[in-house]
């Protein structure tokens, strides 16, 4: 139950390693952003993509162009997971999954797309240019070419190369995501027991000037998943939900028990119906704990939610979790609160 509000009001931007080592705050607080416009997006790779986000909203932009351009910050990243540096399928292939919505309910989707490096800019295109929400696969992917978006050359990046080859040694089709607690999966190379090829997500949600509020999910999946394999990501209900009355949320980790609860959009109803950012987000949690009984100690979902007084809050079913914020008076890297300590 929430009881208590942190306003925060920095005066400057804290150190990031700073705050993030004081991860002290009571368990019934959450962050609230005084102001807007305000961006949060999931894992660390966020601090980069919400100062491409900021581009557009320190300037009184739009939040669906913000949300657009902050994720592309990710998805150009070679060294990340998400895009087309990212690690490949079963088969060696990297496929892209992204979807963004805005402020009317207007959205669009594209998954199990190849050889294209900006995936939410398609699903963008998707939204305002068909009558459809969501194009998959070869037909994506023709879509995205028509519309003039460059065929990328298909092959791995180094990083990815060298983990596709690693995984390809016992081939164990096991899939675990984003549980920093457990560096050892049993298909894990090295990178990936680092922790540092866990995150192959980014999501993104933000609140403009006018208060409007907008979102963007992109990833390349589960890492060595079956080809064909979509996740909650480009899901719009599951991996993103925005209702620009009430909220907007994302999600990450284990898309398949994301979807089955339609993740993002029952974030976004308990938050309808009072519950604060966090409340909803770990109330959603909750269910996934409840329909996976055992199995949940084994998978990693978390939720991350904007309301439209501008108040954040997150919850995972594993630690480490961590969401990056940026606002008028705050930029930082949260580390969220979880079920399983
Ligand atoms: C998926 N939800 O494809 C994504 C994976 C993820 O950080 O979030 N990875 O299921």
Not at 88 to 95: A, L, M
Not at 204 to 223: E, I
Request: glycine letters at 10%; one cysteine or more; hydrophobic letters at 40%.
């Amino acid at each position: 139950m929430i009881n208590r509000r942190r306003f925060i009001t920095a005066s400057a931007f804290t150190s990031i390693a700073g705050l993030f080592s004081k991860r002290s705050w009571a368990s019934e607080e959450y962050e609230t952003v005084k102001g807007k416009p305000v961006v949060i997006s999931t894992w660390d790779a966020g601090l980069n993509a919400n100062k491409g986000a900021w581009e557009i909203l320190g300037k009184g932009g739009r939040a669906l162009d913000a949300v657009e351009a902050g994720v592309m910050v990710t998805e150009s990243e070679q060294s990340c997971c998400v895009g087309l540096g990212a690690n490949p399928d079963r088969e060696g292939f990297v496929t892209l999954d992204a979807c963004i919505m805005d402020e009317f309910a207007n959205c669009g989707s594209v998954a199990f797309l190849e050889r294209i490096k900006h995936p939410v800019s398609v699903a963008r295109r998707v939204m305002e240019k068909t009558p459809h929400v969501m194009l998959v696969g070869s037909g994506a992917q023709q879509f995205a070419v028509a519309e003039g978006f460059p065929l990328e050359e298909q092959k791995l990046s180094a990083d990815a190369e060298k983990a596709y080859k690693e995984w390809l040694i016992k081939s164990e089709y096991k899939p675990v995501i984003n549980i920093e607690s457990k560096k050892s999966t049993s298909f894990a190379p090295a990178k990936l027991q680092s922790g540092e090829y866990n995150h192959d997500t980014i999501g993104m949600v933000a609140m403009d000037t006018n208060g409007n509020l907008s979102g963007s999910c992109t990833t390349s999946g589960m890492a060595f998943k079956m080809r064909g394999r979509v996740g909650d990501s480009p899901i719009i209900g599951a991996g993103l939900f925005v209702d620009n009355e009430v909220g907007a949320c994302t999600a990450t980790g284990q898309g398949e028990d994301v979807i089955r609860m339609s993740g993002s959009h029952t974030v976004v109803e308990l938050m309808r119906q009072g519950l604060s950012p966090e409340a909803a987000c770990k109330k959603a949690v909750e269910r996934i704990i409840k329909i996976k009984k055992e199995k949940a100690k084994d998978i990693q979902v978390a939720f991350l939610a904007l309301n439209k007084k501008g108040e954040t809050g997150s919850f995972a079913i594993h630690k480490g979790f961590s969401y990056a914020i940026k606002s008028n008076t705050v930029e930082k890297l949260i580390a969220s609160k979880s079920w399983f300590q």
